[in-house]
C-alpha cells in the first residue's frame, strides 16, 4: 500500500476543505448570516446538517481511537481544530497524518 500517495490526496482534500470553508464562512460572516436559524430553515437543511452532525461525531470518534492505537500525539488537537475550522479540513487532515503514522509503522515492523 502507497501510504504516502494516499497522505498526499488527503493532504488535498484538507486543503480545499480549509479553503472552502473559510471562503464561505467569510461570505457568512461579512452578510451576519445567522448559522443556526439558516441551518435549519427546511427539511433538506435538517438532512444537511444531521448529515454532517452524525458523519462528524463518527469521524471525530475515529480520530480518537486510531490515534490512541498508533500512539499518534496531540490527537486532541483534531478535535479542537474542527470546532475552530472546520471538519471538512481537520477530518481528511487527520486521515493524511495517519498515513504517514502508517507508513511509519510498516517500515518499523519490515525493518525487525
Known amino acids: 500500500m ?8 488527503f493532504f ?3 486543503g480545499i476543505g480549509l479553503a472552502t470553508a ?3 464562512n467569510g461570505l457568512a460572516v461579512m452578510r451576519s448570516e445567522n448559522y ?9 437543511d435538517w438532512v444537511y446538517s ?24 496531540f490527537w486532541w488537537l ?3 481544530a474542527a470546532f475552530v475550522t472546520a471538519f471538512s479540513f481537520v477530518f ?4 493524511g497524518f495517519r498515513e504517514l503514522a502508517l507508513a511509519k509503522r510498516e517500515a518499523a515492523s519490515s525493518s525487525e
Open 22 to 24: 473559510w471562503y464561505f
Open 92 to 95: 481528511p487532515l487527520f486521515l
Open 12 to 14: 488535498i482534500v484538507a
Open 78 to 80: 483534531y478535535i479542537v
Open 50 to 73: 444531521l448529515d454532517l452532525l452524525l458523519g462528524g461525531i463518527a469521524g471525530m470518534a475515529l480520530i480518537v481511537i486510531e490515534s490512541r492505537r498508533l500512539k499518534m500525539r
Open 2 to 9: 502507497n501510504h504516502k500517495n494516499n497522505a498526499i490526496f
Open 36 to 44: 443556526l436559524a439558516d441551518g435549519f430553515t427546511s427539511n433538506v
